[in-house]
């Protein structure tokens, strides 16, 4: 169930933009957020909110790489798979983040704190080999920079 405090201010911010279907992606990441993935009863709430469909929601939550449909860790890693970052040695870094997570790409480590998933670029070529956590860049990636995050991001759990 939605609380009512975020459901207010989702309404309050549709009832002001001047095309309220535009808000599909921030509503979705809102309840994302909530849930901690874009559940089925999300999925109908962002619906009823703009008055779209569910299958309209279910579209554009599928197409959008930052939506998850499934549950995933608390912090999710997208690593850059994208020609920059892959010349500046993208296939280590994940192959690094897979050995030390004892994951797979696409899976999430056994204490539930973090989801492995690659993404095709995320505009930091400049800090290339990249990765986001949580939507928070980290950049010139090396294995001692990787182990550095992750202890950091342990200690905050």
Not at 33 to 45: C, I, K, M, S
Not at 118 to 140: E, F, T, W
């Amino acid at each position: 169930m939605l609380p009512n405090k975020l459901k207010e201010s989702l309404e309050k911010q549709i009832a002001h933009a001047d095309h309220p279907r535009e808000m599909v992606v921030d509503v979705m990441l809102a309840l994302q957020d909530h849930y901690g993935y874009l559940n089925d009863e999300a999925v109908e709430t962002v619906a009823a909110l703009l008055e779209m469909s569910p299958l309209e929601v279910e579209e554009v939550a599928t197409f959008y790489t930052f939506t998850y449909r499934e549950s995933v860790g608390k912090y999710v890693i997208h690593v850059c798979d994208s020609v920059i970052c892959w010349m500046d040695g993208y296939e280590s870094i994940r192959d690094y983040l897979c050995r030390k997570l004892d994951i797979a790409v696409g899976a999430t480590s056994a204490d539930g704190l973090f989801t492995l998933l690659p993404v095709c670029c995320i505009g930091y070529c400049d800090q290339s080999p990249a990765m986001l956590i949580n939507r928070k860049v980290y950049g010139h990636l090396s294995p001692e920079k990787i182990d550095s995050i992750l202890e950091k991001l342990k200690v905050e759990t």
